[in-house]
């Protein structure tokens, strides 16, 4: 009974120890923050798809008063939920360096959600800014922008020709939102974990018994 006991115990914790590993770094206060006042964007925030991938970041201009306030708090660097609106500076960095010798075109569109999937899942509403193709041969692709409401928009950055619908790398954005708020996949997250471990103590409990149950009847 011991052996069992045992057995399952590891068993358990292996399973626990897989489901943090795999879920941690979908929490927000796992996320590790780059030097506000660099260049470089936040590291975590890695979009792609299945051709191409960009570490991103936006910065919002700060009024006078935060400057003055602490100016590096206020250049804060934010992936895809940005708090309010403003005029808006955007960095991706290209990972594939194949790219970096194809001209790309950047275009920011504000959308309405339509509750569709895959590539019809944003309807465009407005053109807000559009800067024609160029090379950018460093690999840092940098635009600005003035977002003058909240809601809901995509960067594109169209590669080439961007005839191919994978030519044109959408980065959706959520404008008025908190940057730190869970999604509903990290709380989904969040109760899998509770879930589990209310599983495992009663396991444990059962075990217990279970073995104490043994004894008593040797």
């Given amino acids: ?13 292996l399973l626990l120890a897989v489901f943090i590993s795999a879920g941690c770094d979908q929490l927000p206060f796992n996320k590790t923050t780059s030097n506000a006042l660099g260049n470089r964007p936040d590291l975590d925030c ?3 798809n299945d051709f191409y991938a960009v570490h991103f970041s936006t910065y919002v201009q700060p009024g006078k008063d935060e400057i003055s306030k ?4 206020a250049f804060v660097p934010f992936c895809q ?3 309010r609106a403003g005029k808006m500076f955007f960095t991706a960095d290209l990972i594939d360096r194949d ?4 001209p790309i075109g950047i275009k920011i569109v504000e959308v309405e959600k339509t509750g569709q999937k895959g590539p019809d899942e944003f309807r465009e509403i407005r053109t ?10 460093r690999g840092a692709v940098e635009a600005q922008a003035e977002i003058d409401k909240n809601g809901d928009y995509l960067l594109y950055l169209l590669i080439g020709e961007a005839i191919e619908e994978d030519d044109k790398f959408r980065v959706p954005l ?8 869970l999604s509903m996949q990290q709380i989904a997250l969040i109760a899998g974990g509770v879930t589990l471990l209310l599983l495992l103590i009663l396991l444990a409990f059962w075990l217990v018994n279970r073995a104490k149950a043994a004894r008593d009847n040797d």
């Fill in 174 to 181: 959520q404008v008025g939102v908190d940057p730190n708020a």
């Fill in 81 to 83: 939920k940005i708090p």
């Fill in 70 to 73: 602490d100016a590096k708090a």
């Fill in 128 to 137: 807000v800014a559009e800067i024609p193709s160029k090379l950018y041969p």
């Fill in 99 to 102: 790219i970096r010798t194809i």
């Fill in 1 to 13: 009974m011991k052996i069992f006991s045992s057995s399952c115990f590891r068993a358990a914790a």
């Fill in 46 to 48: 890695l979009i792609a």
